[in-house]
């Protein structure tokens, strides 16, 4: 039997999906029953290795209905510079135990950190199994939150953010904006062509697959390719 992410990874009590609204349903349902090897093929180390940290993928309801909270990297960074990302990092001592909900306070403590974002407007409901990013080691919780009361968003810092952005779902979700994006290596993954950015690698992977098993897909056309800067 598949152990879903919240099983495994302790919420330490923090999850509440009393009153979200019924378009988050599908990402709800989809959330408690996904296995990991659905969502990528790169898994944390059976050894246990690698460095955990978490990323808050929050949902809000915007101009044009619902919407992401992503944000760009620094250019600086040692790691994954400059690409669009959730708001997110690694556990810290402050954020507790990871199996008593410390993961799901580093996603919110890092939001509040790079985006400036008011923890106390998020309400968190749903944890997706651990995933991992090879090149730079690190095992990721994505944690799922709703907006419920939005609080002003922006760079607080220039050397972590570069910049702070909501993306309609509704343009993730449009086949015109879909590709699938070319390493100079010769990885391939989905990416996405919104707000004036290429969104990829880990973050878009996890995109597409909500998307995908939240029955929010729609047809696109996968031989669309899009070379990737060769800094990537």
């Known amino acids: 039997m598949t152990r879903t992410g919240e099983e495994i990874y302790g919420t330490g009590g923090l999850l509440d999906r009393e009153g979200?609204?019924?378009?988050?349903?599908?990402?709800?349902?989809?959330?408690?029953?996904?296995?990991?090897?659905?969502?990528?093929?790169?898994?944390p180390p059976a050894d246990g290795g690698g460095r955990q940290s978490a990323v808050l993928v929050l949902f809000g309801e915007g101009p044009r209905g619902p919407e992401l909270l992503l944000m760009e990297r620094s250019g600086s960074l040692r790691s994954h510079a400059g690409q669009p990302s959730f708001p997110g990092g690694?556990?810290?001592?402050?954020?507790?135990?990871?199996?008593?909900?410390?993961?799901?306070?580093?996603?919110?403590?890092?939001?509040r950190e790079e985006t400036g974002l008011d923890p106390a407007g998020v309400q968190l409901f749903g944890v997706l199994p651990q995933l991992y990013i090879p090149v730079s080691g690190f095992v990721?919780?994505?944690?799922?939150?709703?907006?419920?009361?939005?609080?002003?968003?922006?760079?607080?810092d220039p050397a972590e953010t570069a910049r702070v952005f909501t993306v309609p779902v509704a343009d993730l979700t449009d086949p015109e904006n879909r590709a699938m994006a070319v390493h100079p290596l010769g990885h391939e993954g989905p990416a996405f062509l919104v707000e004036s950015a290429l969104v990829w690698g880990f973050t878009a992977g996890v995109i597409d697959r909500i998307l995908?098993?939240?029955?929010?897909?729609?047809?696109?056309?996968?031989?669309?390719?899009?070379?990737?800067?060769w800094r990537a």
Do not use: C, I, M, N
């Open 20 to 43: 979200l609204p019924d378009w988050l349903a599908p990402v709800d349902s989809a959330a408690r029953t996904v296995a990991p090897e659905q969502l990528s093929r790169f898994l």
């Open 90 to 111: 690694s556990l810290d001592p402050e954020d507790g135990d990871p199996a008593e909900g410390g993961l799901l306070r580093a996603a919110l403590r890092e939001a």
């Open 140 to 156: 990721v919780t994505p944690v799922l939150g709703w907006w419920r009361d939005p609080s002003p968003v922006g760079v607080v």
């Open 212 to 229: 995908h098993y939240a029955g929010w897909e729609r047809p696109w056309d996968r031989s669309k390719r899009v070379p990737l800067d």
